[in-house]
Nanobody
Framework: QVQLVESGGGLVEPGGSLRLSCAAS????????MDWYRQAPGKQRELVAS???????DYPDSVKGRFGISRDNAKNTVYLQMNSLEPEDTADYYC???????????????WGQGTRVTVSS
């Protein structure tokens, strides 16, 4: 069994910063891509940052230059540094990872429970 546990959400003023963390635990053999998604009220879930096991990153234009994703492979942890936050960034943020486990050598997708980010004055 694999668990993804997120932390770091909260209330921040426009222009402020937050850092989200997501730690994976369990019978992990290998973690492939790790991503952050977000879902605002009434909207579809969207990808905001992605990082491969080799460190290649990708961002949509909406967050490029403001958000930075990184990972610590030794700790099975991914981070999302969010700067210059805007009210439009308000959403529930979810961690996702594609993971190979000892029980199943075919990689599966795992999700965290979500952490809420509210950008408001």
């Amino acid at each position: 069994q694999v668990q993804l546990v997120e932390s770091g959400g909260g209330l921040v003023e426009p222009g402020g910063s937050l850092r989200l963390s997501c730690a994976a635990s369990g019978s992990i053999v290998y973690i492939y891509v790790m991503d952050w998604y977000r879902q605002a009220p009434g909207k579809q879930r969207e990808l905001v940052a992605s990082i491969t096991s080799g460190g290649t990153t990708d961002y949509p234009d909406s967050v490029k230059g403001r958000f930075g994703i990184s990972r610590d492979n030794a700790k099975n942890t991914v981070y999302l540094q969010m700067n210059s936050l805007e009210p439009e960034d308000t959403a529930d943020y979810y961690c996702h990872a594609r993971i190979q486990t000892r029980a199943n050598l075919r990689p599966n997708d795992y999700w965290g429970q979500g952490t809420r980010v509210t950008v408001s004055s």
